[in-house]
């Protein structure tokens, strides 16, 4: 017999102490019972009560045991885990305002992402990111709701300047591994810049645990300056920035991680690769070992030892 909580068990130490409450509160009754009335006086005599510190105590004993979670034994259970989840993590830095694609690049990531988002027949989940990652939508089988939420997405979103891919994959990574079924890949769509320090960190995790991470690069190498409300986007000496799409850096994610890299796929079949990993190919069927919950035992015997104490109680008052 083993237990789940087992540090509970020191609550056993409670339990002499409970005894030896109850049995002096038992003589003391009697004492003064008998100073004040006869016995028999007093209503029914019953002479099973003086068990009842007894039950009383060993009642409380089996609660104890109850709490602990005692079990015995194992069961085999199947789970069932298809293999279509995806999470899809958008670069929502300024960058990604440029217009180097005909569109702004988020507005071209966005739309890239809904087609993903629409194929998708398992679960999907967002992400985006800029020196930070912030969760949008957990896995859920509500691709609707996702497209709806891809459609609030602006540059900046996140509030934090900067881009760091690796914590962005980390982030998504989280989610897949807070899911007990764990099965899902990750598709990650950005200009390419990277000013983190953590993509050869997220590399080595996402290959530790099989997870393939897709990368999109959106914009191209010759570059565009960063729309803002006051005009192009300026450095602190009063020069046009000036960004460019980077695929040093999506390229190894891909292939460390036997993932695919897509450069502005913006062409019919350009996102079939992907699309074709969004339908499930069949179902994983694994087992866990589920131990067996026990508890019911002590707790049915601390039920009846609690109503044979109340029944023992009969005559004292």
Not at 69 to 81: C, I
Not at 304 to 316: D, I, K, M, P, Q
């Amino acid at each position: 017999m083993s237990f789940r909580t087992a540090n509970l068990l020191w609550l056993l130490a409670l339990v002499p102490f409970a005894f030896l409450l109850l049995f002096t509160r038992e003589r003391l009754r009697k004492r003064i019972a008998r100073r004040f009335a006869s016995e028999h006086l007093r209503g029914v005599a019953n002479p099973a009560r003086v068990l009842r510190p007894w039950l009383l105590t060993l009642a409380l004993l089996g609660a104890i045991l109850a709490l602990a979670g005692p079990y015995r034994g194992f069961v085999d259970v199947p789970l069932l885990a298809r293999e279509a989840n995806r999470v899809l993590i958008i670069d929502v830095s300024n960058s990604m305002a440029a217009t180097d694609v005909g569109t702004s690049r988020l507005s071209a990531a966005k739309a890239i992402a809904k087609r993903l988002a629409e194929a998708q027949q398992g679960r999907v989940a967002l992400i985006v990111f800029e020196a930070s990652a912030d969760v949008v939508s957990p896995l859920t089988s509500d691709s609707e709701a996702v497209i709806a939420l891809l459609d609030t997405l602006q540059p900046g979103e996140v509030g934090m300047p900067g881009s760091d891919v690796g914590s962005a994959i980390t982030a998504g990574m989280r989610l897949i591994e807070a899911d007990p079924l764990r099965n899902a890949d990750i598709v990650l769509i950005s200009d390419g810049e990277d000013q983190g320090a953590h993509a050869d960190e997220a590399i080595s995790r996402a290959k530790s645990r099989g997870i393939i991470v897709s990368t999109i690069l959106i914009g191209s190498a010759a570059g565009a300056s960063i729309p803002t409300s006051n005009g192009p986007l300026r450095d602190s000496r009063g020069e046009v920035v000036t960004t460019y799409a980077r695929d040093e850096t999506l390229r190894e994610i891909a292939t460390a991680t036997n993932g695919r890299m897509l450069t502005n796929p913006f062409a019919e079949h350009a996102l079939d690769p992907l699309l074709a990993n969004a339908r499930p190919r069949g179902i994983n069927i694994t087992h866990a070992r589920i131990p067996i919950d026990r508890y019911q035992w002590p707790l049915a015997l601390a039920f009846f030892l609690l109503l044979g104490g109340s029944l023992a109680n009969r005559g004292a008052e």
